[in-house]
């Protein structure tokens, strides 16, 4: 087996752990999350989304959190063009957009059909460009959809073409339901790979069936060196029914380096921060 030396972590938990808890967590304790995951080691967090606060309520206060990371390399979502004007207002360095290969979760997810949203995607890219900004682009649903079901290649890469084709900086590739497994994964990474060589590519797990590690794993051997993880293992997508948190960092973290994989974090202190993640957590 091939197994990288080094393989970067994005820390998705402020954003994609906190997303779906149901009580509002005040600002300032995620603050305090975002701080400890910095000192941690962390050197790029996902720490909040500028989605509508009546579709996400949690990610309401996007705008003071941007102001607290100011001088961090976090990254935010916006799946819009009012979102991406919110982002610079906020002098957000790197921006996500999130778009479901299967047309159905994105209707329900950002009410635009898949091929609406590639559309508007060329102006958010254009824009961000402009202003500077790092783009990551997720392809969600990227195996199989509560909503639709299969998931086709096919599907995934019609998603993946056009942001390739816009300058995204690195594609996401998002097992938004946690319902992938190591075949698939290491199929689809495989086949990613081989059309574009230079891209960078990005696995998001989440692990709901407990298969995210495993996913991890096949996806190193398809030569993916970037995973997002979620602190305590919190999250989920609130547009994904019965979806589960991403792979918890901790686990990964502690995997990576039983394998001899540098990932810069420390384990010792990051299990701290999860119990404090979890503890944050009213589920
Ligand atoms: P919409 O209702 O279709 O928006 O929402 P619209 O364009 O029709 O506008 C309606 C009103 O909303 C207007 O206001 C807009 O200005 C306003 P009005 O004129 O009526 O007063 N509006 C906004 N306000 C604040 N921020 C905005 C915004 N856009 C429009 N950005 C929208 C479209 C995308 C906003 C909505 O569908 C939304 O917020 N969805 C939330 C989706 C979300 O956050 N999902 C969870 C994250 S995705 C995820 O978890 C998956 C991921 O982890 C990867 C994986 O696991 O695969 C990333
Ligand atoms: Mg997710």
């Known amino acids: 087996m091939i197994f990288p030396k080094t393989v970067e972590i994005i820390e998705v938990g402020p954003r994609d752990g906190l997303q779906n808890e149901p009580l509002f967590i005040p600002t300032e304790q995620k603050k305090e999350l975002i701080a400890k995951l910095t000192k941690v080691g962390f050197k790029r967090i996902e720490t909040t989304a500028f989605v509508h606060p009546k579709w996400v309520p949690q990610m309401a206060d996007a705008e003071e959190i941007a102001a607290f990371c100011k001088g961090l390399n976090y ?68 195996f199989s959809c509560p909503y639709q079901g299969e998931v086709t290649f096919e599907e995934v890469h019609h ?64 030569g993916v060196d970037k995973f997002d993880s979620s602190v305590g293992g919190l999250g989920g997508c609130p547009y994904s029914p019965g979806a589960t948190g991403n792979v918890a960092t901790e686990d990964l973290v502690l995997m990576l380096s039983e394998m001899g994989i540098e990932t810069g974090v420390d384990l010792d202190s990051l299990k701290e921060v999860a119990e404090f993640a979890k503890s944050l957590s009213t589920r």
């Open 75 to 142: 990254i935010a979502l916006t799946p819009n063009m009012k979102a991406l004007e919110r982002a610079i207002q906020a002098n957000v360095p790197q921006i996500a957009v999130f778009i479901g290969a299967s047309s159905a979760f994105n209707k329900k997810n950002i009410n635009k059909t898949t091929d609406e949203s590639l559309r508007e995607c060329e102006a958010i890219f254009e824009k961000a460009k402009d202003n500077g900004m790092l783009i990551r682009a997720y392809v969600s649903m990227a």
């Open 159 to 222: 998603v993946c073409q056009r942001f390739v084709e816009l300058g995204a900086d690195e594609i996401d590739i998002g097992d938004t339901n946690g319902h992938a497994n190591p075949k698939i994964v290491y199929e689809r990474f495989a086949r990613l790979r081989d059309l574009y060589p230079d891209m960078t590519f990005v696995g998001h797990f989440h692990d709901t069936r407990k298969m995210a590690l495993a996913n991890v794993i096949a996806a190193m051997q398809a």
